[in-house]
Structures are given as structure tokens and as C-alpha cells.
């Protein structure tokens, strides 16, 4: 029997995405802000710079291609702790490439002029501003005024050479006028790349595809330049769960950078989970990174940030490929013992647990069978007996939930005592 006869796809009927190589800078690139956007959480503690520095190994270990160290405007702290980062990057002569977000003002972005010189690579100035009706009527901002704003930093920086990503805040609830104003003063400037936000969490998958197509087929052409030489990137948020999606559908309409964080840390609800993002990209067949290291990659993040890791999170969650429940754990167990960790990977499991550096794992609790018993003993090398058996399926029958391995072993102690 072929693998592939074995899981009817319905996910690749009548869809494909159709990315024509000639008209992007790039394929499609990954910028992890999880040093930046992620610490923003009302729940995140910052990590030393040891702890951040052991981060972004990881980030270049799984090829994710550019990283938001920080925010220089913020003060001294992070700004040593972005020098320590870039010191990094430079001393092991990394493929990532560092950016910091600034506000559109040049005393944000004079630091990045003195450590461009210093480490003597690019680093990319991630320019934002407000552009939506609502934040325009909060602040008391005109037109007028962000167009004199964005002029002001975005020569400076152009002009000290400093590549700069323009970012319009709240790009999905923002008038096409309005989009289409800033960007072609951003790119006439010299801006190279530009950045379509998601702020508030507000956009479905459908407002996704169509502000892109509205993005690279009316404001990119109309600002007098090709679309391979603009580098359109996408960063969502999770206020309304579709982080993940959009990023997904920002990859569909054609966006050459697609951000987000480790475990979906943020502000508010956390902004669109990177590691989500590339377990779907990478089963989608549209990228081919190493993930091994990912699960690693969120423990990680999720102990030195120290935001919630769910149980029932995906993939990197507890749960996520251990199962105690009779009817699955027997289907699991033969694929085992057919010695096919291909088809035990994938016959209860929409996501292949060894190719992200997991494995599935077989529980013992009030729904297993006999056979959960069985697998359990056998794998911690434990002579099995049907009087043994029998007694641990009337413990277990007697739980609420399942049983962890020291309530087992408690358990077998007393059956031998």
C-alpha cells in the first residue's frame, strides 16, 4: 500500500497557490517578533539577554530569515540588549536579518544609524504609523500631518542608509485613499518594503486576500514601480482567533513576509502564532524548513517569557499527541507495532508529531482499553500479567482523568505489595 493511498486530501481539491517567481523579491520569508511584539504582553516577563540570545539561535536553526530585536525609543535597557543580539548575529556570521521597530520619528531611528556602523550590517528600521479613520479622529492627526511625518524620518533614515520597512498601523480598517497616500510617499521615498497590519485583530481571511490584491494590483503599479521590487509583508493579530488563518491567506494573495510569534504572545489576545504558521506552511508543501527544533524553540519561549503554554495547545500543548481513549489508542498502538511511525504518526493525528520533534504518546486513564495497559507496560519494560492487567483497568476505570506515570507505578506497587 502507498502512504499516499492511505489519506484522501480534500484540502488540495480545486487549490493551488499560484505564486509567479518573477513578480516577488523573494519566496515566502517568516519575521519572528517574539523579541518584540511578543513582549508586549501584558503577561510576558522580558528575558535576560542570555535567554534572548539562546532565542534567536533557535530562530536561525529553523531558517526563519528576519527578526524584530526591539525597540530602540524604548530606553538604554533594550537598547543594550539589541546591541548584545546584533554583536551575536555578527560574531556567528548569521543568515537572520535584524530590524527594530521605531516610531516615524528620528530619534528612534538615529540609534540604528550608530549600529549600522558599528556591526556593519543592514539593519532594518520597521517605521510605523497610525493610518485608520478611528486612530486619526482619536489623536487629532490630518492627512497632512502623517505625510509631513513620514517624510521627515523616512528621508532621514534613507538617507543614512538604513533600509526601512514603512508600517501603517491598522492597515485593515484604513480608508483604500488613505493606504494608497502613504505608501506611494513611502516607496517615492525609497522605502523598499512595506508592511499591512492587522492592529487590532479585526480582518477575516476574505478582507486579508482583498486588501493585498487591492495593495499589488492598484497601489504598487500606481506608485510607478514593479511588484518584485516591493517587499510586501503581513502581520496579524489574534483578537478575533484568525491569526493563523490570515497568515494563511496573506501567503494565498501573494505577501513575500508573513510575522508573528512564538506560542502567538502579544499584546491583548498575542499576535498570529509563528510556530502554527509554519507547522501548516510546511504540511502545505509551501515551505521545506527543518521544524524539528520547533517544539524546543516554544518550551523555550514559553519558559522564559513566561506565558501560558495550554495543555490543549496545538502540536506544542501537552496534549497534543498523547491520547488515553480506548478506540484511539488501539488504532495508534498497531500502526506501532507494525514498526510504520509514518502511519502511527498520522492515523488519529492531523499533524505528524517526529517532524516537529515529538512523538505520540499512549495514557492510561478512564476510557482506555486493555490494549492502553498493555503498550504502557510494554514501553516501561514492565512484565505484564493479565492479574496485572485487570487491575489497572479497574484503577483506571475508577479515574476522572487520566492517570500520570507516578499514579501507575503507585498503583502496580500496590497490586505486587
Known amino acids: 500500500m502507498q502512504e499516499s493511498d492511505l489519506i484522501h486530501d480534500w484540502n488540495i481539491i480545486d487549490y493551488n497557490i499560484d505564486r509567479k517567481a518573477e513578480n516577488h523579491p523573494h519566496g515566502v520569508w517568516f519575521d519572528d517578533e517574539t523579541l518584540r511584539d511578543g513582549l508586549q504582553s501584558p503577561s510576558a516577563r522580558n528575558p535576560t539577554i542570555k535567554q534572548k540570545i539562546e532565542l534567536l539561535d533557535y530562530m536561525e536553526k529553523l ?41 516615524t520619528v528620528i530619534s528612534d531611528i538615529e ?4 549600529l549600522q556602523a558599528k556591526y556593519e550590517m543592514p539593519i532594518q528600521a520597521s517605521a510605523f504609523l497610525g493610518t485608520s479613520p478611528i486612530r486619526q479622529y482619536s489623536e487629532g492627526w490630518t492627512m497632512e500631518k502623517l505625510l509631513s511625518t513620514l517624510d521627515k524620518a523616512v528621508e ?51 478582507g486579508t486576500r482583498k486588501l493585498l490584491q487591492f495593495i499589488q494590483e492598484e497601489v504598487i503599479p500606481d506608485a510607478g514601480v514593479k511588484r518584485r521590487d516591493i517587499e510586501i509583508n503581513w502581520h496579524g493579530h489574534q ?22 510569534t512564538a506560542l502567538g504572545i502579544g499584546e491583548r489576545a498575542g499576535n498570529a502564532p509563528l510556530d502554527q504558521t509554519l507547522v ?82 499512549i495514557r492510561i486513564g478512564h476510557m482506555s482499553g ?13 512484565d505484564v500479567s493479565d492479574e496485572l492487567i485487570s487491575h489497572l483497568f479497574e484503577v483506571a476505570k475508577s479515574q476522572r482523568r487520566l492517570m500520570s506515570d507516578e499514579e501507575i507505578l503507585q498503583s502496580i506497587s500496590e497490586f505486587q505489595a
Not at 525597540?71 to 538604554?76: D, I, K, S, V
Not at 501548516?280 to 519558559?303: C, F, P, R, S
Open 239 to 260: 483578537d478575533r482567533g484568525l491569526g493563523v488563518a490570515n497568515n494563511l491567506a496573506a501567503v494565498e494573495a501573494g505577501a513575500d513576509v508573513i510575522h508573528g
Open 156 to 206: 532621514y533614515a534613507i538617507s543614512n542608509d538604513i533600509p526601512v520597512m514603512f508600517v501603517t498601523e491598522d492597515t485593515t480598517r484604513s480608508k483604500p485613499e488613505d493606504i494608497k497616500a502613504i505608501y506611494t510617499r513611502a516607496i517615492e521615498l525609497g522605502a523598499d518594503r512595506i508592511c499591512v497590519c492587522d492592529t487590532c485583530g479585526h480582518v477575516t481571511p476574505n
Open 280 to 361: 501548516n506552511l510546511k504540511l502545505m508543501g509551501v515551505i521545506d524548513n527543518d521544524l524539528t527544533l520547533l517544539n524546543e524553540y516554544m518550551q523555550k519561549a514559553h519558559e522564559y517569557v513566561e506565558v501560558a503554554l495550554p495543555r490543549n495547545y496545538p502540536v506544542f500543548g501537552e496534549d497534543a499527541f498523547e491520547t488515553g481513549t480506548g478506540v484511539h489508542a488501539s488504532a495508534v498502538i498497531k500502526a506501532m507495532k507494525k514498526g510504520d511511525h509514518w502511519l502511527a504518526d498520522r492515523v488519529y493525528s492531523g499533524v505528524p508529531a517526529n517532524d516537529f520533534g515529538l512523538q505520540q504518546k
Open 111 to 114: 540609534p540604528l544609524v550608530e
Open 370 to 382: 486493555r490494549s492502553n495497559i498493555v503498550w504502557w507496560l510494554e514501553q516501561n519494560q514492565i
Open 63 to 103: 531558517g526563519i530569515q528576519k527578526v524584530d530585536l526591539g525597540l530602540p525609543g524604548a530606553g538604554p535597557f533594550h537598547l543594550d540588549h539589541i546591541d548584545a543580539m546584533l554583536n551575536h548575529i555578527k560574531e556567528n556570521d548569521y543568515s537572520i536579518r535584524p530590524g527594530c521597530a521605531v516610531r
